[in-house]
């Protein structure tokens, strides 16, 4: 069913190359009309181009400058301690639900392990494995 396919083709003969083969007569023919163009009318060409930079010039200062104003570096500054206190935030309550997490179950554990559960102690097991799934989902993202 999958065969290994063995082909002829010569590594050097690759798509570029075959497109330069066949359309390389009209690209040498387009080159000399270009030289020869820019050979008899120079001062145009130069013209030409100075008027291109100009237009340039004028148009990345009008039609395409920035509206936005530039963002203030105070803030910038802001941003990034903010960034470290709320990781530190993070940080600290991932861990304390880790912790409150390892209490649940240690807890559960117990619970489990006795023979005749009390009232009381039901009603904790419930409580606690609530608290459980309710720390579990908050955990995930």
């Known amino acids: 069913m999958f065969r290994k396919i063995h082909s002829n083709r010569d590594p050097k003969d690759t798509l570029a190359s075959e497109?330069?083969?066949?359309?390389?007569?009209?690209?040498?023919?387009?080159s000399v009309v270009i030289n020869q163009q820019m050979k008899k009318h120079?001062?145009?060409?130069?013209?030409?181009?100075l008027i291109s930079?100009?237009?340039?010039?004028?148009?990345s200062f009008?039609?395409?400058?920035?509206?936005?104003?530039?963002v203030k570096k105070d803030?910038?500054?802001?941003?990034?301690?903010?960034?470290?206190?709320?990781?530190?935030?993070?940080?600290?309550?991932?861990?304390?639900?880790?912790g409150q997490t390892?209490?649940?179950?240690?807890?559960?554990d117990s619970l489990s392990k006795?023979?005749?559960?009390t009232q009381q102690d039901s009603l904790t097991l419930e409580k606690d494995l609530d608290q459980l799934r309710h720390l579990q989902?908050?955990?995930?993202?």
């Open 19 to 30: 497109l330069r083969k066949s359309f390389k007569p009209y690209i040498e023919q387009t």
């Open 62 to 70: 009008t039609i395409f400058r920035n509206q936005e104003p530039a």
């Open 114 to 117: 006795k023979q005749n559960l």
């Open 102 to 108: 390892i209490r649940l179950k240690n807890q559960i």
């Open 42 to 49: 120079p001062k145009l060409l130069y013209t030409f181009m």
């Open 137 to 141: 989902n908050q955990l995930k993202p």
């Open 75 to 98: 803030k910038a500054s802001q941003a990034k301690i903010n960034v470290l206190t709320d990781g530190f935030d993070q940080i600290s309550h991932t861990t304390a639900t880790i």
């Open 53 to 59: 930079m100009f237009i340039s010039a004028a148009a």
